[in-house]
């Protein structure tokens, strides 16, 4: 029996060893493929033929037209029309969940593209919002509401809706806040709107961890980009241009 063992396991050994390999990286390589206009001029037909139907019904998907916009918009730090845009947006469309938020915000690394002037479809609208990030709600302390203000200084701003007014040093220090024309209490209860994603204290804006009153619905249609499709569904409804400014809501001080 001994034997048996001894020489089953001279087997897995010689096994194992011949099943090993020994080889080493020598060399590592890359290179870039730039996909261009020369690849327009002497398409695939094979290709083309295969996506058409698939490029159909994206195109229906995509392409209606859900709104307008004054002029072009694009994000950046510290305050930008479009960064402006979607926070005001989130206040406006509160009322569908019957909250009044004193403000909203919504984070620059969620805007992943701009707006051209003119129409704008539903396919212009998912590349500016593309992530499964939901509206929500909740309140924070004025204490936590200056928390987070300095927290949004120290990234060189976000995007912030009308009536917060903060002034910011070229370093990330918070200067000043004010809302709505006024101080910023520590004492009372702020209601805010902004991405489930925020408040779950991403992005360097832990203040909203503190955050108490949660709503935070996640059907499909709560969706960031569904709320700001609608928005512009109503504003077209109402023959509306839809406009955004840069107006001074973060201000780096000299």
Same mark, same amino acid.
């Given at each position: 029996m001994k034997k048996i063992f001894a020489l089953a396991g001279l087997s897995m050994m010689m096994l194992l060893t011949a099943c090993t390999t020994h080889y080493q990286l020598t060399d590592v390589s890359r290179s870039r493929i730039l996909v261009d206009r020369r690849y327009d001029a002497t398409p695939d037909a094979q290709a083309t033929a295969f996506l058409a139907p698939y490029k159909q019904k994206v195109d229906e998907v995509m392409s209606p037209v859900v709104?307008?916009? %004054?002029?072009? *918009?694009a994000a950046q730090r510290p305050e930008s029309d479009l960064s402006n845009l979607l926070p005001d947006i989130f206040v406006h469309m509160a009322k569908n969940y019957n909250e009044q938020p004193d403000? %909203? =915000?919504?984070? *620059?690394? &969620?805007i992943r593209a701009a707006l051209s002037k003119g129409? $704008?479809?539903? &396919?212009? +609208?998912?590349?500016? %919002?593309?992530? #499964?990030? /939901?509206?929500?709600? @909740?309140? @924070?302390? &004025?204490?936590? +509401? @200056? #928390?987070?203000?300095?927290q949004i200084a120290k990234r060189g701003g976000e995007g912030v809706s009308m009536g917060v007014q903060l002034v910011i040093t070229k370093d990330g220090q918070l200067v !000043? %806040?004010?809302?709505?024309?006024?101080?910023?209490?520590?004492?009372? !209860?702020?209601? =805010?709107?902004?991405i489930d994603y925020l408040s779950q204290g991403n992005d360097g804006m832990t203040a909203f961890k503190s955050g108490t009153n949660l709503v935070s619905p996640q059907d499909d249609q709560n969706n960031a980009r569904y709320v700001i499709r609608d928005y512009f569904k109503e504003m077209?409804? /109402? &023959?509306? $241009?839809?406009? !955004? /400014? $840069?107006?001074g809501r973060i201000v780096i001080e000299d």
């Open positions: 709104g307008r916009v %004054a002029h072009d *918009m403000f %909203a =915000v919504y984070n *620059m690394g &969620g129409d $704008v479809t539903y &396919g212009d +609208v998912l590349d500016v %919002a593309p992530f #499964e990030n /939901k509206i929500c709600f @909740l309140t @924070l302390t &004025g204490e936590k +509401v @200056l #928390e987070l203000f300095a !000043s %806040a004010r809302l709505h024309g006024k101080e910023i209490d520590p004492q009372a !209860s702020y209601r =805010v709107t902004t077209l409804q /109402k &023959g509306q $241009v839809v406009d !955004s /400014k $840069v107006e």
